[in-house]
């Protein structure tokens, strides 16, 4: 018989006939629970791929927001260690370098 083919089937005295329609190679044949077995897991597997795409993106997001502001707190503490060190006030620049030193080098 070939794959495909409709087949009559004696049972109980009854003509029945039987299709196998999804075919996957010469000789053998799916049937609908099998193609709906493999559907299920091909949806399974492509929304955990989905899943993991999206915790990436919202993960590259918020480090990139995180840091942007970590740069500009960077800019705006060495703006102010400039001022501080073209004047005569070095125990505020002292502090300023200090935070600058832990905004660069947390450990």
């Not at 000789?27 to 791929?49: K, M």
């Not at 995180?66 to 005569?88: C, F, L, P």
């Amino acid at each position: 018989m070939q794959p495909g083919k409709a087949m009559t089937v004696q049972g109980d005295g009854l003509a029945a006939v039987r299709r196998r329609p999804f075919s996957c190679r010469k000789g053998a044949a799916l049937t609908f629970l099998e193609f709906l077995g493999s559907a299920a897991f091909g949806a399974i597997c492509g929304a955990f791929v989905a899943l993991y795409n999206n915790e990436r993106q919202i993960r590259i997001k918020n480090v990139t927001k995180e840091r942007a502001k970590w740069r500009e707190k960077i800019r705006s503490n060495a703006t102010e260690i400039s001022r501080a060190a073209t004047g005569d006030d070095k125990a505020k620049s002292l502090e300023l370098r200090r935070e600058l030193s832990l905004h660069l080098n947390a450990f």
